[in-house]
């Protein structure tokens, strides 16, 4: 309205409304694309699933983030117990789990940390670990993080750019693979999550 209502607004202060109306678009954008994410997730649609080869999907998303970790300095290692685990699901779920453990790790994590990605097989259960050297969660709020829109710190949430539904979509995709999803972390020193699906999902 301000700028439809001052056609000789200098350009300066024009670029600075344009930029915010930008921000705030982009920022309507992802929200709506998770809460269409999450409504998919909980209506269990008949997706058609696949045999996922687990190593295959990690490396598409470690191809998409890398740079956003390079521009941090943040280095990010793995190492996958076996590159031919595979599990019958729908493979952009796969792709979205991934996804928002690494980018949340990034988010979260200091210049120059370290996120580190380990997948293995005990007791008929494939594990998951991210592990990053981030700012940790508190303990009275890791019970919480997993809810919709929870936020632990919501000034520095809305920094990095989350929408406060990243973790409940990632809880969800594990329920739908009849999976868990934990975590343990210590304020300062960082966080691990956990996930674990059974290597055969009925």
Known sequence: ETLIINEDLPSDKRNRFLAIIQKESDR?????EDILLLSSIESKNNLVTENVLL?????EVY???SYIASSKHIKIYYNFED???AIQAYGDYIKQLFL?????????????????????????????EDIDNGVGIPKEDQDKIFQRFYR???ARSRSVGGTGLGLAITKHIVNSLQGNISVESKLGEGSKFIVTIPTKIS
């Open 100 to 128: 928002n453990l690494i980018d949340n790790a990034i988010k979260y994590t200091p210049e120059g940390g370290t996120v580190i990605i380990n997948q293995f097989t005990r007791n008929n259960e494939i594990t998951i």
């Open 28 to 32: 309507l954008k992802r929200l709506i």
């Open 83 to 85: 590159e031919n685990v």
């Open 63 to 65: 191809e998409m983030i």
């Open 55 to 59: 190593y295959n999907v990690f490396k």
């Open 152 to 154: 632990v710190d919501k």
